[in-house]
């Protein structure tokens, strides 16, 4: 008579269920749950079976059944419905391995309109709602909890069970390109918006109805020096001129006591602090003595992705990220990282490197253990032993349901932020209007369409913040450099707000240098991501606009780069400081 092993016993305490797992679990089962890494699938819903299917390097087959791994992220936009069918598949094949572990299934952002591979995508079937910069614009905590809420069902729905984010970094360093991420440079606001995005994420506590939050990227990731990001060789300093290291701590500390099951360390190399000069997933003071120790964190530890291994990104090589221990070979740098107390590789597939550091005794299996119960814990209070599976129907009706987009796109009007005012709006009546960077169908719902500016009664310019072009494709995603738009562009834009009274409004995914164009339009709007319809709709007085800046908009270059990447609202003489914003 066979016996239902004790790990499989949902009767039996999570503990009991982690020690009789673990207990059965050879060498290469227990690093498999050390790498976390990605999966893509095809159109139709099936898995990639066959070298050429994907552009990662193996099949999802080998990474599953031959190299035993059981996390991962999966990649790319495809159709709700063949989503959950892929997601039971996965499972599927997870459950038919030697010992059934289900697969844990995350993703980046999916609700906002950011679509940068390496860090987000853009809502496509979810409900789309400002990015998180614009939800600290409107400062609700109430709505960030129904935010986040609304993120968790319908992960839920697809099965995902981690959540890559939320990203509580300070935006301090006006230049770097992941700041629409964050929720702004105020420690104290982020801190508690990060308290009800878990909240509504994980709920009171961790169980089979929660999404697991990994937070990230301690010790906080803003103060990069010039503002370039530690993805790429060029952005790996973080820096502290002026002395406020501690400050980007805040709200990690508030997710902490909120429950986060998770934290990712930043790419970062500090430069010029006691801590050791080496990136954070690598880095013992930060990992153990801080995170671990100073701060009583128990979770789980996962690394950024791509730390230890070089590899191609877009046919593109890019090297690993390991900042400061470049020279170490890809077993030391996992052995480093694992001694300085991480428990996961994010972006690897090299369990067999794990497997011979502990043949070696480099690292001890009570070493490994101590992550894989973390690793495993997790799985079980989330539920994936009992139901892993979703119901396709009920996935389709949920991703992007009517109250879910309605709710997205009333907190897109709110994010708003009115910079200017010249007595141009609430707009009246049904103006001829001039558009440029809004769709003329959409406009035409609110006024007559022209095609010669000189003709419209009004204009209506929608911008980006500018960014400088970067060598490789990847990096071409990471906004960054110059928040100033160049000359000729500028000409252009001030030559139309000097033909006819224009309002202009600006996609603030960092803090633009705009003082001539502020100086020249008849009304200024900043947005962090909106439709146009949103736009439109508190431009004629048929929403109210409730944003304030999140981060303050600098009056030149000049000023930015005399600022301390550190310390927030730190450049001089602002053209609209931290806060600011009209209401209509």
């Given amino acids: ?10 009767q039996r305490s999570v503990d009991e269920r982690v020690e009789d797992l673990l207990s059965r679990m050879t060498l290469e089962e227990k690093a498999g749950q050390l790498f976390h890494s990605m999966l893509t699938m095809n159109p139709d819903g099936s898995l990639v079976t066959e070298a050429g299917q994907s552009m990662l390097p193996f099949t999802t087959p080998e990474l599953i059944e031959g190299k035993h791994l059981t996390h991962f992220n999966l990649l790319g936009q495809y159709g709700v419905r063949e989503m959950a069918r892929w997601v039971n598949r996965v499972q599927e094949l997870a459950a038919h391995t030697r010992l059934g572990i289900p697969v844990t299934l995350s993703t980046d952002p999916r609700h906002a309109f950011t679509d940068n591979p390496g860090a987000s995508f853009n809502a496509g079937a979810f409900s789309a709602w400002p990015e998180p910069l614009g939800l600290a614009a409107i400062g609700d905590a ?3 909890e129904q935010f986040a809420d609304t993120v968790r069902r319908e992960y839920l729905a697809v099965g995902f069970r981690v959540a890559l984010h939320p990203q509580i970094d300070l935006a301090t360093e006006p230049r770097w390109s992941r700041q629409s991420g964050t929720f702004g440079s105020s420690a104290r606001t982020t801190s508690e918006l990060v308290r009800a995005y878990i909240r509504g994420l994980q709920g009171p506590a961790p169980g089979p109805e929660s999404v697991a939050c990994m937070v990230k990227h301690f010790p906080g990731g803003g103060p990069q020096r010039d503002g370039e990001d530690p993805h790429f ?5 973080q820096v502290y001129p002026g002395g406020m290291r501690d400050h980007h701590l805040e709200p990690f500390k508030a997710a902490i006591d909120a429950g986060c099951a998770q934290i990712m360390p930043s790419y970062g190399q500090p430069i010029g602090t006691d801590w050791e000069e080496v990136g954070f997933g690598f880095n013992k003071d930060v990992v153990t003595g801080l995170l671990r120790e100073r701060l009583g964190f128990d979770g789980i530890v996962c690394t950024d992705w791509g730390l230890l291994n070089d590899a191609p990104i877009f046919g593109e090589t890019h090297p690993a990220r390991a900042w400061g221990v470049e020279h170490l070979d890809v077993a030391e740098r996992a052995a480093k990282a694992i001694d300085a107390g991480a428990d996961q590789f994010g972006g690897e597939t090299c369990p067999e490197t794990v497997v011979e550091l502990v043949r070696s005794g480099r690292i001890t299996e009570e070493r490994l253990d101590t992550s894989v119960r973390r690793l495993l814990r997790e799985k079980f209070v989330l539920g994936l032993f009992e139901d892993p599976y979703v119901d396709p129907d009920r996935a389709e009706e949920t991703v992007g349901a009517g109250p879910f987009t309605a709710a997205g796109d009333a907190a897109q009007r709110r994010s ?14 049904r103006p001829r209007l001039y558009v440029q960077g809004v769709g003329e169908e959409t406009a035409a719902r609110y006024g007559d369409v022209v095609t010669d500016p000189a003709e419209a009664d009004l204009a209506v310019l ?9 060598a490789t494709r990847f990096e071409s995603f990471f906004h960054s450099g110059s928040l100033a738009f160049p000359d000729g562009e500028l000409r252009d834009i001030l030559r139309l707000l000097d033909t006819v009274p ?10 633009a240098v705009i003082p001539e164009i502020a100086e020249h339009a008849t009304a200024l709007v900043a947005d962090y991501g909106a439709s146009d319809e949103a736009l439109l709709d508190v431009a004629f007085g048929r929403a109210r606009p409730e944003g304030r800046l999140p981060f303050e908009l600098p009056r030149s270059m000049a000023a930015v780069e005399a600022s301390r990447p550190d310390v927030p609202n730190d450049t001089e003489d602002p053209v609209f400081p931290y806060g600011h914003g009209l209401t209509l």
């Fill in 416 to 429: 708003l932020t009115v910079l200017t005012n010249h007595a141009l709006l609430p707009l009246t009546g």
């Fill in 502 to 511: 224009t309002l202009v409004c600006i996609n603030l995914e960092r803090a």
């Fill in 1 to 10: 008579m066979s016996t239902t092993p004790a790990y499989r016993d949902p």
């Fill in 462 to 470: 929608r911008l980006r913040t500018p960014h400088e072009p970067r």
């Fill in 142 to 144: 109430a709505l960030v």
């Fill in 233 to 237: 060789p060029h952005g790996k300093e």
